[in-house]
Each structure stands twice: as C-alpha cells, then as structure tokens.
C-alpha cells in the first residue's frame, strides 16, 4: 500500500509557504521580518522572517523554525502529519494522490503556465491578459450564456441586475482566463461566479475570488483564491478611511447583502481564515484613519462565533470600540440568507427593458 502523501507531494506542500503564511497570518511582504507566528512568544517586534530557499520560517528571538506543516500545527492545533498535510493542500488548491510521479497535482492546480503557452486544451491565452477587459467578459457572460444559469444563481441569492454590475460579478468556465494564477480544482462545477476584489476607486483589482456554482455533485471550496497572489480583503480600503463604523461580515456576497438592506459601508474577510489580516491592516495604520467604530457580522454557527470573538479580542487590543451585530440575523445563518428570507415578504423583483446584446430583461427589486 503506497504512502497517503509521497516525497514529491510534501516538497510542494512545503513550497506553499508563502500560501500559508498569507491564509493563516495575513503575512504577504515576504521581504520584510514579521511577527514571530508562535503565540507563546509575545514578540513586540517583528523578529522572524521567511528563507525562500529552505521554504522555512525562522524567528531569530525565541529561536523558532518552521515548516508550512509545522505552521498549520501551530495555528491550528492539528497533531496528525496526515491532516496537516490536507490543511495545507486545501489553502492551496491541491489534491492529494501519495503518487510519486510529477503528476500528483491536479491539472487544474498546477502553476500557471508561461504566457506563451497554452493552459488549457482548445483555449489559447492572450500574451499580456487585460485584467478589466477579462472581467468584463465575465460580466458579460451573464447575460450571453446559453443557459444562464449563473445569473439566475445569483438572482435566487437575492442580488438583481444592478447589485452584478455594481459590483462587477461575473461568470467564467475557466477561471484562468480572469486570472492567470488561478489552480482550481472543481471537476463536477457546471461554472464559477466571478468577485472582483477591487481597491479604492476601482483603480486596480487586487484579485477576483471564485465561487462554485454547485451541480450534482458537492463543491470542494466553496471560495478559490489565485495562488501567489497577495491576499486582500472585499473592500478593504474601508478600514482605512476614518469612516464612523464600518460593519465587517465573513462572506462577500453577506457584505453585499448588507450594504444592499442597509446601505452601510462593509468590509468581507472572504473566511473566517483572514481575522488576521483585518487586524494587521488595523495595527499598521494610522490611529486617525481606523473606523471609530467596527460592528462584527460573522455567520450565526460555531465558526463565525469563534471568528467573532477572535476579533473582537485583537479589536479590544488595539483600542478600537466594537459591537456585535449579529442579533439582526435572528434565526438565519448570514446576511445574505437574511435578504433571502425578505424574498416576497418585504420586496420582489420587476423586469425592466432587455439587456442590451441579448434578449434578456433587467431584474431590478422592487422594494414594497
């Protein structure tokens, strides 16, 4: 009986240093030392840093060495090699095999390849990828597929015509096209909707996130990320604009569900993984541009409590007054399925003039 991880599958594992230092501390500049991961160390200067050729982590005060396995057990508390192998592979898009052929990545999530090759049979991608123009395709793709059934998805959860392109959802069968660092891995999706992570004035996209549109089968994630690229928040700016509240949800389409009900001004961690980053982007800034107030929103289970009581410590810490929200939700598990529960009780959709290039009708809620 073979192993359940081979040599080749741990040395990539290793390799997904960088992955997992961005997934479970919103560590991204990889240049610069950072704060020593162990939590028994109380380290008040950044003391540790990253050895790209060794795929280590070292802190140069408490002594500490770390591998990408050695980290998920620090952060997560996971004693067993063989899960702590999976943590590591499901940050990154990886399917375990313990085949010792090169062939233990999924084709799917395999690095991206070169721009002049071809990462997917019959699709031939452009040498230098617009990124507003790829989006936008996806946009578009919305409203010219055959059977629309992403748009239809989207609409069920409760966002209309003018949430999609205020945002800039969209719809893709091959997420890299949007991106080229995209390794997905979901063989049963019929499609995947398309989030745009964009900065301050939509000036730049950080990177666009994926959700599965589920078929027969069950998704695997149910949010993919690009691997390699620097990890962001939905809205992230937010936390750095001086604003009087900010509410801060788990999921992206929660964080557009809210600002759609409420009109407030909300920030997604895109997972309950990136408490982290929300902290670290509040610790390093200016005490003058943080929120005078963030209002916690996680999702109404074990994990968005725990979430929520995890930074609603690192809030207290760094002095920035908080509140829960969460007694809104009443008995529905999010935000977004907060909106779906208003579905004709509160408001309805009306059908306006066709989209243009198809023959489609806008869907615009009707609140009443």
């Known amino acids: 009986m073979s192993m359940p991880i081979s040599e080749a599958e741990r040395e990539q594992l290793r390799e997904a240093m960088p992955e997992v230092l961005a997934a479970l501390y919103?560590?991204?500049?990889?240049m610069r030392p950072f704060r020593c991961p162990d939590p028994k160390h109380e380290d008040k200067n950044p003391s540790a840093s990253y050895d790209n050729h060794r795929h280590i982590v070292h802190c140069f005060s408490c002594g500490g060495t770390w591998d990408s396995l050695d980290l998920v057990a620090l952060h997560d508390g996971i004693d067993s090699f063989v899960k702590q192998a999976r943590r590591v592979a499901d940050i990154i898009g990886m399917t375990l095999t313990g085949d010792s052929s090169a062939g233990s990545l999924s084709p799917a999530a395999k690095h991206a390849p070169s721009p002049r090759k071809t990462a997917v049979p019959g699709i031939?991608?452009?040498?230098?990828?617009?990124?507003y123009s790829a989006c936008f395709d996806a946009y578009s793709n919305l409203y010219t597929g055959k059977d629309g059934g992403a748009r239809c998805f989207l609409i069920a959860r409760g966002f209309d015509d003018s949430d999609i392109a205020r945002h800039g959802l969209g719809f893709t069968t091959e997420p890299k096209l949007?991106?080229?660092?995209?390794?997905?891995?979901?063989p049963d999706a019929?499609?995947?909707v398309v989030i745009p992570y964009f900065d301050k004035g939509r000036k730049s996209i950080h990177y666009a996130a994926l959700r599965t549109i589920e078929g027969d089968a069950p998704c695997r994630s149910k949010e993919w990320r690009p691997k390699g690229v620097s990890v962001s928040l939905w809205q992230e700016w937010l936390l750095t604009e001086g604003l009087p509240v900010v509410y801060v949800t788990e999921g992206v389409f929660d964080a557009i569900a809210f600002e759609k009900m409420a009109g407030k001004p909300c920030v997604a961690l895109g997972g309950t993984t990136f408490v982290n980053r929300l902290s670290n982007i509040l610790e390093s800034c200016e005490p003058s541009v943080r929120p005078a107030k963030v209002m916690i929103l996680m999702d109404n289970d074990e994990a968005g409590r725990k979430a929520a009581n995890d930074l609603a410590t690192r809030l207290d810490t760094l002095g920035i007054p908080h509140a829960s929200a969460s007694g809104m939700l009443g008995e529905c598990k999010d935000a977004n399925d907060l909106l779906m529960s208003l579905q004709g009780d509160r408001w309805e959709f009306a059908e306006a003039k066709p989209f243009p290039s198809s023959d489609m009708p806008l869907i615009m809620t009707?609140?009443?």
């Open 26 to 30: 919103g560590i991204t500049d990889l």
């Open 124 to 131: 031939a991608l452009p040498e230098l990828p617009n990124i």
């Open 178 to 186: 949007i991106m080229r660092q995209f390794s997905v891995w979901e």
């Open 190 to 192: 019929l499609g995947f």
């Open 366 to 368: 009707k609140w009443v």
